[in-house]
């Protein structure tokens, strides 16, 4: 059976996907500067735009 193309809008996408996730988890309208990951780490840390920095597993 041929598969067509499909399509969704990217706020219904960013809606459903937030929905799933622990509160806080998406942060929209930030701007990311950096990405900073330690020699010998698996942590990574993202330096946005506003002095925010998110520490990832």
Same mark, same amino acid.
């Given at each position: 059976?041929k598969? /067509?193309?499909r @399509?969704?809008?990217?706020? +219904?996408? #960013?809606? +459903? #996907?937030a !929905?799933? #996730?622990?509160?806080?988890?998406?942060?929209? /309208?930030?701007?990311? @500067?950096s990405?900073?990951q330690?020699? /010998?780490?698996?942590?990574?840390?993202?330096?946005? !735009?506003? /002095?925010?920095?998110?520490?990832?597993?």
């Amino acid at each position: 059976e041929k598969l /067509g193309l499909r @399509s969704v809008h990217r706020k +219904a996408l #960013l809606e +459903a #996907l937030a !929905e799933e #996730l622990p509160p806080s988890t998406i942060r929209l /309208g930030s701007r990311l @500067s950096s990405i900073e990951q330690s020699p /010998g780490e698996s942590l990574i840390t993202l330096h946005l !735009e506003d /002095g925010t920095r998110v520490k990832t597993k």
